[in-house]
């Protein structure tokens, strides 16, 4: 419910899924919308320690890397620059709590306040 903090009611599964508010209701990870199957399996935000959201940016798109609970491992920080590197995408990745912008100077410079 807040960004970049687990949300108090998720336990193995969420505990208020039935009376979750709206920004809950409206919200589908990059995983849950992988129709292709893109992500492997292990990268289900519970297995994976992360979320992943495509957001907008300039007439693009980018992936943003989210730490959700725990500390990105490193098999996942590797899988996700091979993503990037294979789709020529640009990423945002939360790395111990610190935002890291891979992209051209534009890219990183719009974000050059949060990720400091």
Not at 11 to 32: D, H, L, Q, V
Request: charged fraction near 20%; hydrophobic fraction near 30%; include cysteine.
């Amino acid at each position: 419910m807040f960004p970049g903090r687990p949300c108090h009611f998720l336990g193995k599964a969420c505990t208020i899924y039935e009376f979750r508010p709206s920004t809950c209701k409206n919200y589908f990870c990059s995983w849950m919308l992988d129709s292709n199957k893109v992500f492997p399996e292990w990268f289900r935000p519970d297995l994976s320690g992360v979320i992943l959201t495509h957001r907008d940016w300039q007439g693009g798109t980018y992936l943003e890397v989210r730490e959700a609970g725990k500390e990105i491992t490193p098999s996942v920080l590797s899988w996700i620059y091979e993503y990037g590197a294979r789709h020529n995408m640009y990423l945002r990745v939360q790395v111990k709590g610190t935002w890291h912008s891979h992209g051209d100077q534009s890219f990183a410079e719009s974000f050059n306040t949060e990720d400091r």
